[in-house]
C-alpha cells in the first residue's frame, strides 16, 4: 500500500483527493493547505476534509488529525508518514515548486515528489536541483499532469517511427462550468495571453478576472504557450525545443470542451517518408481526469523507480506511468 | 555508442539494418541468419551485406568478416561484440523466440535483448523464463514491435485518464507492394484467419499462399487475433487481457494502408464519465517504421535498464522507449 500524501488543497488538490479515493493500492495519508495540515496513517476521509475545508477555510480544522500551521508544508513534511507527494500546488508564483523541493531536500525526507507543473522556467528551476535531490534520495517526477504530462509521454511514444521528428504541436481544449473552482489555474491560463504576464494575471482581483471573461465571452485562446513539453522533449532527445508548440482553448463557462486536445507529432521515417501520428483525448475526460490519473500513474512508477534505488530528477516523457487500480 | 546485433535477416532485419545505419548513438556490429554470421566492431554495411544476401542467401559470405555455420545464433553470441540485440526472427514456430532466449541464457552472455513478437502464447513462454534471464544478467524487452509494442504502450498511456479500463481496441491496417517480401509475416497473418492455425500456415507454399490471396484479392481481414498486446496490458495491470481485441485488414497488393492503424482505451473517469482517447498511426508509416523504430528505442531503454543492473522480462507497456538520434 503506497501512503499518498497531497500538498494543496484547492480546485486541483480536491480532484486528486477524488482519485485517490477507490484506489486500492494507495492511501491517502497527509494534506497541507496553505494555513494547516492533517495526517492519519490509517487514511483520510475525503467528505470530511472537504466539508471542513469548504466551511473553515483549512484542512488544518479537521478534529483530531489536522493542525493550524503558518508553515504547514515543512511540518507535514516531519510528521506524516508518506512515501510519495502529489504537489497539487498553484503553478505561480513561478519559483514555487522549486522552493518546496528545496524544503524537502532539507528535510531530510526521502521518498517521490510528483508536480503537474506547466511552465517551461518552473521545470527548467527543478532541472537546477538534480544533484541536491539525488543526494537527498528523492525521486522527482516533474511535468507529470496532462500537458505536459499525458500528452509528452503520448508524443514521446509517437515520435519512435521516426528517424527526425520535425513538430510536435499539442491543441488542448478546456471547458468548465464556472472558472471560480479553477481561480489559481484561469490565472495561470491568462498569464498566457498577448499583453499579460504572471504578475499582471497574478495581481488581478476576481473582478478583474471576470471583467476579462465577460469581453471574451468567457472564451480563453492561448497560442505559443510557455509549456514545459518543449523542455522535456528536448531533454528526452527526441527534437529541440523549438519544434514544440502548445496552445488551447478554454471555456469558461461550458464544461463541454470547445475542441478535442489532442497531440500531433509529424516527422520523416527512415524511408524518407514525412507523416504524422495523432493521439486525441476523449471529449468527456476532464481536465481533472486527465491530470490527477497520470500523477498519480508517474507517482506509483516512482515508488519503483525509488525502490531501486533510483533517484533525481525525471520527467514524464522519460518515465513510463504505471497504472493504479 | 550503443553495439546492436540483429537476428534474422529477412524483410524485418533488413528494414532494422537500414533504420540504424543512419543513427549515432547505435553502431551495427553483428548479424546471423539461418545460414551464417557476420560482425565486426567497426560496423557492418548495409549495402554490402545486402547485396551479398540476395546473390549468396547469407550473411556468412561477406568477405573477411562473415562466416558460415550451421549453428550461427550460438556462434554469434560468442563471437560478436554486442550490448543488445533486436531478434529480427520469424515469430514461427511459436517456440523459436524462447528457445533463442535460452542459448542467450546459456551462452554466458549479458545484455539487452528485445523481439517484436505477436503472439501471446509466444510472450508467455518467455515469462516463464523471467527468473533465468534474471539470474544471467540480461534486461529481455518483448512485444517490442507495432503492435504490440508502439500502440500498447500508447495504450499504457491513454490509460491513466481512467479509473476503470472497460476495453481496448487495436485496429490495424497494413499495406505492402508486394507480399514476397514478407514470406514470413504474411504466413503469420493467414495462421489467424478461420480454418487455419500456425502449423497449416507454416506448411503452405508460396504457390498455395498465392492462390489464397487471389481469392480475396490479395486481402486478408483478421479478427480477435491472438496477440499479445493482451497478456502486457493485463501484466501491467491495466486490465484483463479478455478486454483487449486486435484485429486488422492487410492489402497484400497496395503499399497503401487499407485504413488508418489505431488504438482506442475507453474507460471510466473518476467522476464516472465514459470516454475514449485515440491514438493513430500517420498512413504514409509503413510496417516497417513503426516495428523497427520502436524496437531500437525499446533497445534504448533496455541499455539504461542494464547498466542500472536492472534484469529480467519487460513489456513495451512496463518500460518508456528512449528515442535514438
Redesign the interface.
Known amino acids: 500500500m503506497i501512503k499518498v500524501g497531497l500538498l494543496g488543497f484547492g480546485g486541483l488538490g480536491q ?1 486528486a483527493a ?2 485517490l479515493a ?1 484506489k486500492g493500492e494507495m492511501i491517502w495519508t497527509a494534506v497541507a493547505d496553505h494555513k494547516g495540515y492533517a495526517q492519519n496513517k490509517a487514511g483520510l476521509d475525503y467528505d470530511t476534509l472537504i466539508k471542513i475545508y469548504h466551511k473553515q477555510g483549512s484542512v488544518g480544522f479537521l478534529a483530531p488529525d489536522g493542525i493550524l500551521s503558518s508553515h504547514s508544508i515543512q511540518d507535514v513534511i516531519k510528521q506524516a508518514s508518506v512515501d510519495g507527494y502529489f504537489l497539487a500546488l498553484p503553478n505561480l508564483p513561478n519559483t514555487f515548486m522549486a522552493d518546496v523541493a528545496r524544503q524537502f531536500i532539507n528535510s531530510g525526507w526521502r521518498g517521490v515528489l510528483v508536480d503537474a507543473l506547466k511552465r517551461t522556467s518552473a521545470v527548467e528551476q527543478l532541472l537546477a536541483l538534480q544533484d541536491e535531490l539525488q543526494q537527498a534520495g528523492i525521486t522527482y517526477l516533474t511535468g507529470c499532469g496532462a500537458t505536459p504530462g ?1 500528452l509528452t ?2 508524443a ?8 527526425e ?1 520535425h513538430n510536435v504541436t499539442i491543441t488542448f481544449g478546456v471547458g468548465i462550468a464556472n472558472w471560480e473552482a479553477y481561480r489559481a489555474t484561469i490565472r495561470e491560463d491568462i498569464a498566457h495571453l498577448p499583453g499579460y504576464d504572471v504578475e499582471k494575471a497574478t495581481a488581478m482581483t476576481d473582478v478583474e478576472v471576470e471583467a476579462l471573461l465577460n469581453e471574451t465571452n468567457g472564451i480563453l485562446t492561448l497560442e505559443n504557450m510557455e509549456h514545459a513539453d518543449d523542455v522535456m522533449l528536448e531533454l ?3 527534437c529541440s525545443r523549438d519544434r514544440v508548440s502548445v496552445g488551447g482553448v478554454v471555456d469558461t463557462r461550458n464544461p463541454k470542451k470547445p475542441l478535442s486536445t489532442n497531440v500531433k507529432v ?1 516527422g520523416r ?3 524518407g ?14 481536465m ?3 491530470v ?3 500523477a498519480f ?1 508517474y507517482l506509483k512508477a516512482g515508488i519503483s523507480l525509488h525502490r ?1 534505488g ?1 533517484y533525481g530528477l525525471f520527467t514524464a ?7 493504479v ?1
Open positions: 480532484a477524488r482519485v477507490p499525458l509521454a503520448a514521446a511514444i509517437a515520435a519512435q517511427s521516426y528517424a521528428i528526452a532527445g527526441i509529424t521515417t527512415f524511408e517518408k514525412i507523416s504524422t501520428h495523432t493521439f486525441t483525448l476523449g471529449d468527456e475526460t476532464s481533472a481526469a486527465n490527477c490519473g497520470p500513474g531501486r533510483i516523457a522519460e518515465v513510463m506511468p504505471q497504472f487500480r
